[in-house]
């Protein structure tokens, strides 16, 4: 069986991909949120060349097929080759489990079923500390959420605050209306050097913080590890690597460790062949994988499949709790919108994906193919 074209229907922040093979058989995937008309173009550009014709019998002729783009596209490292193979990639996933009639999960060994998750906040300035407040907490009411996320300190920071005092204000906030049962966890988004964040660290974790995210500019992996090694004997686990999508990145991030729980993003990775890789990564470095998926666009379904099926899965899985004031473009592109119950979301029964892309979206978007 091989590949006989890619599709892509695309807008600017979501494109969808469709693979056929010449046995007549075909798939559906995503190519990473973000300028993903761009990644489409680099799809048909650079990707497609190398992927139309070639085997894609098993998941090793899917190992075999990333491996190729990556090492035919060498002088592009970097992530919008990495983004447009994570959407042949999942629609190569998705004609698997359709041929094998069972879910993505079901193929990786695993079992399709409710699976716990935290939502995760985006917010940082668009709104004030009581009312970020308050929407957890009836979140946390209506959905049944044991875990949280939240913001912290400021993108790329530099030690500077949103405005001051924020991170000091909605730490113990959050805890006191949560009380103590309830997993807080906090996002840095590279908001310190590592000096601040180890002291920003011990003091998240005298309230309890469970997770301490992206604490110090990414690309320098030494400042993770540095205030990962310095928080080793408390309780506080510092998560990180969303960005990454370079694997011999990720093979240093997983040996020294740069992170206590590695976070790779399905899409932005290049697919889940490539995140699986991530995952054994961290599997041999004893450490939990709990993938980014910080939207309602495929990625979060990919995520419920991939974490129930691995063995060194993380306790939950990312959830989106933003809704149309903050990404609007997320909705009506499948049916099967996933929704949170007593905190937990099914991965969905398959088979494939186990989602229907809507027929009313496709026709609104760019369409483009290639084909062998
Ligand atoms: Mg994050």
């Not at 550009?45 to 019998?57: E, K, S």
């Not at 919008?80 to 998705?94: E, I």
């Not at 103590?180 to 180890?198: C, F, R, S």
């Not at 990312?318 to 004031?325: A, G, K, L, M, T």
Request: glycine fraction near 8%.
């Amino acid at each position: 069986m091989r590949l006989q074209s890619i599709e892509t229907f695309s807008t600017e922040n979501v494109s969808i991909t469709r693979v056929k093979t010449d046995t007549g058989h075909e798939g559906w995937g995503q190519i990473s949120t973000y300028n993903s008309d761009i990644s489409a173009l680099v799809m048909h550009r650079q990707v497609a060349q190398w992927a139309l014709g070639q085997d894609v019998n098993d998941r090793a002729d899917l190992e075999a097929l990333s491996d190729r783009v990556t090492e035919k596209e060498f002088k592009f490292p970097g992530s919008y080759v990495r983004r447009a193979l994570g959407g042949l990639d999942t629609a190569l996933w998705d004609l698997h489990g359709k041929l094998a009639g069972k879910s993505v999960c079901e193929l990786l060994g695993g079992i399709s079923r409710p699976f716990p998750v935290y939502a995760s906040s985006m917010k940082r300035s668009e709104i004030t500390i009581k009312d970020e407040v308050e929407r957890l907490v009836r979140l946390r009411d209506e959905f049944g959420y044991t875990a949280f996320k939240f913001r912290i300190a400021s993108e790329v920071g530099h030690n500077v605050d949103e405005w001051p005092g924020r991170t000091e204000e909605i730490v113990p906030a959050m805890r006191s209306a949560m009380g103590d049962d309830i997993t807080l966890m906090v996002d840095a988004n590279l908001g310190y050097t590592p000096e601040k964040a180890i002291e920003v660290g011990r003091w998240l974790n005298d309230h309890g913080i469970a997770h301490f995210e992206e604490p110090c500019p990414y690309w320098d992996f030494e400042q993770g590890a540095q205030v990962t090694a310095a928080l080793k004997d408390l309780p506080i686990q510092v998560a990180g690597g969303e960005q990454d999508c370079n694997l011999s990145n990720w093979r240093r991030i997983a040996a020294i460790p740069a992170f206590d729980i590695l976070q790779p993003d399905i899409l932005y990775v290049g697919g889940l062949t490539r995140a699986l890789r991530v995952a054994n990564m961290a599997k041999a470095a004893g450490l939990p994988c709990t993938p980014h998926s910080a939207n309602w666009g495929l990625v979060t379904i990919f995520s419920l499949h991939m974490l129930g099926a691995i063995e060194n899965a993380g306790p939950y899985v990312e959830f989106s709790i933003e809704e149309e004031d903050y990404y609007p473009w997320q909705y009506d592109i499948y049916d099967q919108l996933p929704v949170a119950k007593d905190g937990k979301v099914q991965i969905p029964e398959g088979p494939g994906w186990g989602i229907t892309v809507r027929p009313e979206w496709l026709e609104k978007a760019t369409y483009q193919i290639s084909e062998f």
